[in-house]
């Protein structure tokens, strides 16, 4: 294991800002940098979900990252895995049914994924109201594409973890939990807090909406953002002020992966991957690791209704 004695935050980086470089060569890299994990996005280049023998490339992908000791998380995130027109489309929100089950079958391939690789979660994303779709019919589709697939992460037990993102129709911690309700809390649902996203578009700082998902949460990302601009910046580029959000999510007890993401970055890659780790370092406070937990572990009590 990677992480440094006496802190109990796990960091990884994103492969989406490592497109450039092959996945061996990327995992390669993130282990020699003492990286804990990898969030691994599903792309033409890095474990194609669409190209023959998946289970078997997967089971070399699986050996590699126990042979480097790292975790990985699944993330769904390749901008045109399925379509080469349009950036991450088709959603679970399209109008047509057969694109839509086209999105689902990429997220039932990434749970399939994420078990053969012990993954602590598969990360998905609502996707954009279509031109033409009323806000309630988009919350009607997303509840029902996504049910087989929480069915399929329940059955294969790998959390599935709903990013907000802005400009989408689940953008903030409040829709989520209008979609965790709607659902009826199944016990696979999940959050991915993306801690940029917080200081992009929610209404309280960083590490209040850390505490405030605690109970949810089986996916971190972290990047530097600016209030009011959905661009993901290296760390220490934009307004975060890191030291009391990483505070805030060790005291949660969190055990998953905290996962740079700078998708945009890849033409420097490496560089930022060897930058942001001690960054990290510097501003995470050394808190006992807890003896045990999973990677969805919380204070005993924090969940609410």
């Not at 691994?40 to 990252?65: E, N, Q, Y």
């Not at 609502?126 to 509840?143: C, I, M, N, Q, Y």
């Not at 309280?204 to 909406?209: G, V």
């Amino acid at each position: 294991m990677n992480r440094r004695a006496g802190t109990s935050l796990r960091f990884g980086y994103g492969t989406n800002g490592l497109a450039d470089l092959r996945l061996d060569d990327a995992l390669a890299l993130l282990a020699d940098l003492g990286y804990d994990g990898v969030g691994l996005t599903l792309d033409h280049m890095h474990l194609d979900p669409l190209a023959p023998d998946l289970a078997a490339r997967t089971r070399r992908v699986a050996h590699r990252l126990d042979g480097l000791g790292l975790g990985v998380t699944v993330e769904t995130g390749a901008r045109y895995v399925l379509d080469p027109r349009r950036k991450h489309g088709p959603s679970l929100l399209d109008a047509d049914p057969d694109d839509r089950a086209r999105r689902v079958d990429l997220l039932l391939r990434a749970v399939r994924v994420a078990a053969d690789l012990g993954a602590h979660a598969v990360h998905c994303f609502s996707g954009t109201v279509p031109a033409g779709t009323d806000e309630d019919t988009a919350w009607k589709r997303l509840a029902e594409t996504l049910t087989p697939v929480l069915d399929a992460a329940a059955g294969a037990g790998v959390p599935l973890a709903v990013e907000p993102e802005p400009g989408h129709l689940l953008a903030t911690l409040a829709d989520f939990h209008h979609l965790r309700r709607t659902l009826g809390d199944p016990e696979p649902f999940g959050l991915t807090l993306d801690l940029g996203h917080c200081q992009c578009l929610e209404p309280r700082p960083p590490a209040d909406c850390v505490r405030e998902a605690a109970p949810w949460l089986r996916h971190v990302q972290i990047e530097d953002m600016r209030r009011g601009v959905h661009e993901h910046l290296p760390l220490g580029d934009g307004e975060i002020d890191f030291p009391p959000v990483l505070a805030a999510l060790a005291a949660t007890g969190y055990q998953g992966l905290t996962v740079v993401e700078l998708p945009r970055h890849s033409h420097a890659g490496p560089h930022f991957a060897a930058r942001s780790l001690p960054f990290l370092r510097h501003a995470t406070p050394s808190v006992p690791v807890p003896p045990h937990g999973d990677p969805s572990a919380t204070p005993e009590g924090s969940r609410t209704p």
